[in-house]
């Protein structure tokens, strides 16, 4: 099944020159291909479709419930999808779809499907032969210019590039070339339960990057927010911060007023080691939780989850620093 929410790759230029969503007859036309692929392939379109800057956590739960309400009618599924958020979709949905045994599969592309050079029609069919394929990618992925990746452990790093994502932390699970090349000792094994769809998510969840100069005034504007219920704290290196009191003091009574504070770094790749200097000893301390290597985007759509559940603080503390579907690596 493939959806269709919109982005670069159905994209044409309007009236003004600037690039917005067309419809989905529009991308088919210029993939005829995809009639002789030996897969029967039945796509279903948002009904406003978006550029993904405009994604929400309601367009998560709406995609939720349709993979939810034809789980069992197909193989696999595509969702197309712009790619300035596709990273936050793809880890949301892996945290929303509990027990997968199917793959669902994101793509879309960097030029639209029309441009003479695009890379859409690639990224398009082989995401439906991954889909549709023999070997079950029983994951949330992003495919991407030959790489499929877990969708959890992604991000976009260029604009410009084909190569549009990376994963530092975790080895993509497939290849495309002239065959694809699967990576099976990372991809996940297939769950024997019953999927589950959390639909429900926190929305009262918030992003903070440090920076060199950051003043009181700023960190407590954000910390004071009526209604938050956990940050998201971008941290230098291995999970570093200044050390200054009225830095740590800020952390330690928001804290103790019942936020959690999740240390993610603002590097791609490695880890958060809190108490491995000076700079982050502190922090480990106060009781700031470590984000291992978690994305930035894993872990701001996986307190999103784990507060939607409704869990006890505790109980959602501990399943932050668990594995739920492959998204951390726990610590060695
Ligand atoms: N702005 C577009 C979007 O994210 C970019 C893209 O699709 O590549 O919808």
């Avoid at 956590?57 to 197909?74: D, G, M, R, S, V």
Wanted: hydrophobic share 40%; charged share 20%.
């Amino acid at each position: 099944m493939l959806i269709y929410t919109g982005g670069t790759i159905g994209m044409q230029h309007d009236a003004f020159g600037a690039l917005r969503p067309f419809n989905f007859a529009k991308i088919l036309e210029h993939v005829p291909e995809l009639k002789r692929l030996k897969c029967k392939l039945h796509h279903h379109s948002f009904g406003k479709l978006i550029d993904s800057s405009n994604i929400t956590p309601e367009h998560w739960t709406e995609l939720a419930t349709i993979i939810e309400k034809f789980y069992n009618n197909f193989d696999g599924f595509v969702i197309l999808h712009g790619t300035d958020t596709m990273a936050y979709s793809a880890s949301a949905l892996s945290f929303m779809m509990e027990h997968l045994n199917k793959p669902i599969i994101f793509t879309g592309s960097q030029l639209p499907m029309g441009a003479i050079r695009t890379d859409a029609r690639r990224n398009l069919i082989t995401s439906i032969e991954l889909a549709a394929g023999e070997i079950v990618i029983p994951e949330v992925c992003i495919y991407f210019n030959n790489q499929l990746f877990r969708g959890n452990r992604t991000e976009k790093f260029t604009s410009s590039k084909f190569d549009a994502y990376q994963s530092l932390n975790y080895p993509a699970l497939a290849e495309a070339g002239v065959d694809i090349q699967y990576n099976h000792r990372f991809i996940a094994k297939a769950s024997r339960k019953k999927l589950k769809v959390h639909h429900q998510l926190e929305r009262h969840i918030g992003l903070l990057r440090i920076f060199p100069g950051i003043t009181h005034e700023w960190l407590n504007y954000f910390l004071c927010l009526p209604q938050l219920k956990a940050i998201v704290l971008e941290t230098y290196g291995s999970g570093n911060a200044p050390t200054e009191k009225w830095f740590i003091e800020a952390l330690d009574k928001a804290i103790k007023n019942g936020l959690v504070i999740i240390n993610v770094s603002q590097c791609s790749g490695g880890r958060v080691e809190q108490g491995k200097y000076e700079t982050s000893f502190q922090l480990k301390k106060i009781g700031v939780v470590s984000g291992i290597d978690l994305t930035t985007e894993s872990a701001l759509t996986k307190l999103m989850v784990l507060f939607g559940r409704k869990s006890t603080l505790k109980e959602i503390k501990r399943q932050f620093q668990a594995p739920i579907c492959g998204e951390l690596s726990l610590e060695e």
